[in-house]
Each structure stands twice: as structure tokens, then as C-alpha cells.
């Protein structure tokens, strides 16, 4: 299995630890809901671009693959493409889906296979998953939230899965609270393997969406919050935090080896472009 620090390497135009390929590219789900043509076309331009070691994988639905493949073939990337797989169609399609990537592997490289997790994960459904996905490919799975969940988070990272939280969605229950990451956080840094986080983030500072009114997390706050919480301070603090100056301050004092800390603990989370981030990081003048 790949290790986060292999999948999250210093990107190649000096981006700094804390950032480096911090961004999956998850254009192709809500919000975004962004045509296959459109999400290849700007990957591959932020791929060739200046920040391109701010970005991970595009993340991809089992059901889109053929499109996403079709879009590729006509792109004609100049190296395969790191893709990150999303089961939206049941574990079972995942091995034809696998053996589609296998065969167009000038165009797709392969990291990781992303799976929502059954009301109640137990080893049965783990050693399914265990069976469909390749030993080097890393296995991401998102427990449901409610009562015992995080039994369910230390049980897949127990199997060597990555665990996800969910950070928004389309209804206001989808948003984690700061006291539900927190008590996430409290198990995550305590487990051997990282965690990654869906879209819902579309900021780097957490804010409150004037149309909707849904409380969105911030990328910033959670990297921060990883970091008070490997040192036993203040996470709860850093989550609700809506002060970009402060949080900034903070996340630049990390040195190199607390920013790959971090890292080691929270993987990557989902954008919804991926040059929505890059923006953020520049006005915040972290890049």
C-alpha cells in the first residue's frame, strides 16, 4: 500500500510541506458537478501549472470512468494521470472498473479506491474490500456518522484503510460540527494510517455561505487543528477560528517537520476546482 508520505512527496516547484499535494481534485461532484471535458481540461492546466504541486489525484465515479477515459484519450496527457477511484455504483463493479484502468494505463495511474462504508462496517465487509483492491493501492473508506461511528473509523484504519470524513454536503446535517471533528481528530491522530476529507471545504478559512447558511469548515483550520491536537492544544479553538490572520500566523510557524506531521496525519482533502485553493493560499500569502 502507498504511504502518505509517498503520495504526498514536496511537489516539484517548491510548494511548501503543509501544502504539498494537499488538493484531490473533485470537480466532478457536488457542488461543482463539472463536465468530464471541462474537469480534464482544467486538471491537466493546473497539473502543467505553476502551483501543480498543490494538487493530488482527480477524483473519479465508477460510473464516469468511460467518459473520463474517452475525455483522456483526447487530451493525450503527457504522463498518466493520478486518479483516485469513487465506488458510486456498489463494491462489486469495482473489479471491472479496475481491469478498465488496468488496460489505459498510458492515461491513469492508479493511488486509491474511495468507498462509502455500510451502516454498520464490520471484518466481512472489510475483507471484501480487501479482495477487490490491489495491495498497492490505498483503500479509502468514509464510516457513517452517528452514534459509535468513530468504533467504525478505528476499525477500517485497524484493516489499514484510510479513513474520510465527511466535511459538507447538500443539506446542513452533511456539515460535521466543530465538537464532531474534534472528537474525530482525537481518534485520528492516534491511528497508524492518515484520514482524508470530501469536498465541502471550499475555503481555506472557515465561513458561514450567505445563500445557504451552511457553517463550511476551512482546509486552514483543519491543518491547524491536526497540529494543536499532535500537541495537545487548543483544536476546538482552531476549527471554529474565523480570524485568516491568526490562523496565517500559525500555520507558518509550523516548522518542516511539525508541517509533515500534519500531513502524515490529514492526507488531502476534496476541492471542487483545482484552482479555487491556490487563490486562497496566495491572497493568505502562504504561497
Not at 463536465?35 to 464516469?64: K, M, N, T
Not at 466535511?167 to 446542513?172: A, H, I
Request: charged share 25%; net charge negative.
Amino acid at each position: 500500500m502507498s504511504s502518505a508520505v509517498e503520495l504526498h512527496a514536496p511537489g516539484p516547484r517548491g510548494i511548501p510541506p503543509l501544502f504539498a499535494r494537499l488538493v484531490d481534485d473533485a470537480s466532478l461532484f457536488p457542488p461543482a458537478n463539472a463536465s468530464v471535458a471541462q474537469a480534464v481540461e482544467e486538471h491537466l492546466r493546473a497539473r502543467d501549472g505553476e502551483y501543480a504541486g498543490l494538487l493530488g489525484p482527480i477524483l473519479c465515479q465508477v460510473s464516469r470512468l468511460p467518459e473520463l477515459i474517452t475525455e483522456l484519450a483526447k487530451a493525450k496527457p503527457a504522463e498518466p494521470v493520478p486518479m483516485s477511484l469513487v465506488c458510486d455504483t456498489g463494491l462489486g463493479e469495482v473489479p471491472k472498473a479496475l481491469s478498465i484502468i488496468e488496460g489505459r494505463q498510458e492515461l491513469l495511474s492508479l493511488r486509491m479506491v474511495e468507498m462509502p462504508g455500510p451502516s454498520e462496517v464490520d471484518d466481512v465487509w472489510l475483507e471484501r474490500v480487501s479482495e477487490f483492491v490491489p495491495e498497492d493501492v490505498v483503500r479509502v473508506v468514509e464510516p457513517r456518522r452517528g452514534e459509535g461511528w468513530l468504533d467504525g473509523v478505528r476499525q477500517v484504519a485497524e484493516f489499514g484503510c484510510w479513513p474520510k470524513l465527511r466535511s459538507g454536503g447538500q443539506t446542513v446535517e452533511s456539515f460535521p460540527s466543530v465538537d464532531v471533528v474534534a472528537e474525530f481528530l482525537a481518534v485520528a491522530t492516534t491511528l497508524e494510517v492518515p484520514f482524508k476529507v470530501t469536498a465541502g471545504m471550499p475555503r481555506a478559512v472557515r465561513r458561514t455561505d450567505s445563500e445557504t447558511g451552511f457553517p463550511h469548515h476551512g482546509f486552514l483550520n483543519l491543518l491547524v487543528a491536526v497540529g494543536r491536537a499532535l500537541s495537545g492544544q487548543d483544536v476546538r479553538g482552531a476549527l471554529a477560528s474565523t480570524d485568516e490572520r491568526a490562523l496565517t500566523e500559525e500555520a507558518c510557524s509550523f516548522s518542516d517537520e511539525a508541517a509533515k506531521a500534519v500531513r502524515s496525519v490529514f492526507s488531502s482533502y476534496g476541492a471542487t476546482s483545482p484552482t479555487d485553493p491556490v487563490s486562497d493560499l496566495v491572497e493568505l500569502e502562504l504561497l
